[in-house]
Each structure stands twice: as C-alpha cells, then as structure tokens.
C-alpha cells in the first residue's frame, strides 16, 4: 500500500477517544504480520481499547522508538467541507480527522516497514490509545517496552512539528470539580446555596489565579505562551431557571511549563474552596461542599537539547535548530521513564483539532524522507 492509501485506511477508522480503538490495532496487527513483524498488544481493563508495539530488526539495545496515538478528537459541531473519517485530497492536502494529528505519522513509519529488512539496530513501533484525554495509554505501553524489549537510545514521538525538532513541551494536569449546592426556589437564595453560582466564583478564582500566573514568574522563554495557564473547558449544571440549583461540574485544565508544579495551583485552588467558600456554602446547608479530581495528567518534557535522541534528529534533519511547543504529548511520560526522548513529525499543529484538518503532502514526502534517514542510519550507513 502506498503511504496515501495507508493514511486513508487510517482515518477511516473513526478512533475518537470515546471510541474503541481495536478496529485500527487489528488491521495495523494484520499490516506487519503480512510482512513477518511480530507484534504485541497492552489492553486497557475494559478490553475495549489497546496500544501496540513491535520491534523491526534485531532484538539488541540501542534501537529507536517510533510512538504515534492512534486517536483523535471529536468532530461534532465542527463545520467540515467534506466527510471528515474519508481522506479528500484538494491542492496537494489531505482533509481528514487525524489526518494531521497523527495518523500520518503512522501511516509513514508503516508504509517504510518493508525497508526495514537490513537494519543493524531495531526501530520500535509504539502506537498508543486515549492521548488525546490526557495520555492515558501511554504509561502501561512504556512498561511494556521498558520489560519485553533491549533498552532503546531514543524515543521520536512524531506529533505534528513540521518536521523541525522540538526538545520541550508543557505538561498537562485535567481536572474535574463538582459543587453540591442546595435546591430552593429562585425568589428565597437566602434559603439555598447554588451550585452554579458557586462554579462561577470557583472559576473567577481560577481565572485570576492563571492571570496572576502570566504576569509573574516563573516564565520559560521558547514557549508561546511562555507561563503556566489554567484553562475551563466544560461546565454543565442546573435544571431550570426557578431552581436554585443542587449541581454543577465543570471540567479544567493546568497546562505547566517544565519546573512549575501544577500541585501548586491545586494547592491554592483547594485552599481557597475550603477556607473561603465551603464555610458560608455549609452554614446555611450542612450537606454542601466542594470534590476536585485529578482525572488524567502527564509530566512535561524537559528541555534537553543535548540528550542523545536531540543529538539523533539533529543528524537526521541536517540542522541544529530546536524548538519548544505548548502542548502536551507522550514524550514527557518516556522521559520519566528514563528515556531519552524528543517530538518531530508531519505536519503542524496549527491544522490539528480543527474543522477541515489537512496536511500537506509536502510534509508527508518530508516524514519519509526522515524515516527513510532513520533506516539508514541504523542499517549502518552516515
């Protein structure tokens, strides 16, 4: 198959995180088997989701790792030109949800497989589930590699960078809190404690904080925006306008630079709910109160512009430059893991989460011509 056909059976899969995934791990399982690659599975505990690795070449340390996420994000109320689980080609781009963010990665490191027949050190393949919801498969797929394979030397998590190098991105904590307030009818609020109304404080709270966090250090230049930010994505909560309401949730984000603990921000976010608002929310209702929890996280990825995979893609793309980049992604969890890692891949992520998501196939062409390098270079060539 060629890499266009391979990115088009990809995307065809409709492998939104609140999916499964096993449609796609089958047909990439059937893929490499065709050609003699072994490969092995990490379900999660519901069985409905899994991430796959395999090693091509020799079983011996110092091999590579490939890692891509095999899903993607919601396309509901985007407004797409085109069906967004079919590829269309239009003026020399790709459209597709995941056709950028990061199916292509694949797609490429998969079509180049049967070029990998005379490799002196092995290339791992690490495809993972659930990265788009905080990087949630990653973590056992590394134990897996970390037991089952020879310690690799470097890890290229191929995120959408255009293909330059980046050596750092921001960590991710996301975090859910729910108010208990007290139902009452509208015209008596003296009598209840309303849980949108509280949310509302809680996220002015949050608000300030991230503005208070943007103004001070600590700051890391290379990164746009170069602070930590705090961010509300969801809230639901309420039943009708006359009801002063018992529930609200709203979901959040800590998005932290390298060094700058989001336990921190938690911390004052936790302290203000307890010392502040739940006394006057428990006077009037016993009952009431404030839950957050900390339901998905992963660690940022340390500027390391010398490390061993950072010194490998330099090789590889002929230059020296490195960037930094505000998302977060899997190479953080392999760096914690002891391994050295960085991100480089097709594509950019300004195309990524959006309606009418593309990428060039000029960049497609660039990604092979890098994993084209890779198999040389670890075939024993310069």
């Known amino acids: 198959m060629t890499v266009c056909e391979l990115i088009a059976r990809l995307v065809a899969f409709e492998t939104v995180s609140r999916n499964s995934n096993l449609a796609l791990i089958d047909f990439i399982r059937d893929y490499l088997d065709g050609f003699g690659i072994r490969s092995s599975l990490v379900t999660n505990e519901a069985g409905n989701k899994a991430n796959l690795y395999a090693t091509i070449g020799p079983l011996a340390p110092g091999g590579v790792v490939l890692s891509g996420h095999t899903d993607v994000v919601p396309v509901d109320g985007q407004p797409w030109s085109s069906e967004p689980f079919t590829v269309v080609e239009r003026e020399g781009r790709l459209y597709g949800r995941g056709a950028c963010d990061m199916k292509s990665f694949c797609a490429i490191v998969l079509a180049l497989a049967p070029e990998m027949g005379k490799l002196q050190k092995p290339i791992h393949l690490a495809f993972s589930y659930d990265e788009e919801i905080g990087c949630q498969g990653a973590p056992s797929l590394i134990r897996a590699l970390l037991e089952n394979v020879p310690r690799p030397t470097a890890v290229i998590v ?85 009801i002063i309401s018992r529930h609200c949730e709203f979901v959040w984000d800590i998005r932290n630079i ?13 302290t203000f ?107 024993g060539g310069s």
Do not use: W
């Open 158 to 242: 191929g995120e959408p960078t255009k293909m330059q190098l980046v050596t750092a991105h921001k960590g991710i904590t996301a975090l859910k809190t729910s108010v208990i307030g007290h139902e009452a009818h509208s015209s008596q609020t003296h009598r209840g404690v309303s849980a949108v109304m509280t949310s509302a404080r809680l996220i002015t709270f949050l608000d300030d904080l991230a503005r208070r966090r943007q103004e001070v250090r600590p700051r890391n230049p290379g990164f746009e925006p170069d602070f930590t930010t705090v961010h509300v994505g969801v809230i639901r909560g309420g039943t009708a306008v006359n």
């Open 273 to 379: 709910c307890r010392q502040k608002v739940e006394p006057a929310m428990r006077a009037i209702a016993p009952e009431t109160g404030i839950q957050t929890e900390i339901f998905a996280s992963a660690p940022a990825l340390r500027h390391e512009p010398d490390s061993v995979a950072a010194r490998l893609v330099k090789t590889l793309l002929g230059n020296e430059a490195i960037y930094k980049v505000p998302y977060a992604a899997e190479a953080g969890q392999f760096q914690e893991a002891g391994l050295s890692a960085v991100i480089c891949g097709p594509g950019s992520i300004d195309q990524a989460h959006q309606p009418d998501e593309y990428i060039t196939l000029q960049q497609v062409e660039a990604g092979m011509q890098f994993i084209r390098r890779l198999i040389a270079y670890l075939s």
């Open 258 to 270: 390298p060094g700058d603990e989001p336990q921190d921000l938690l911390a004052q976010f936790q």
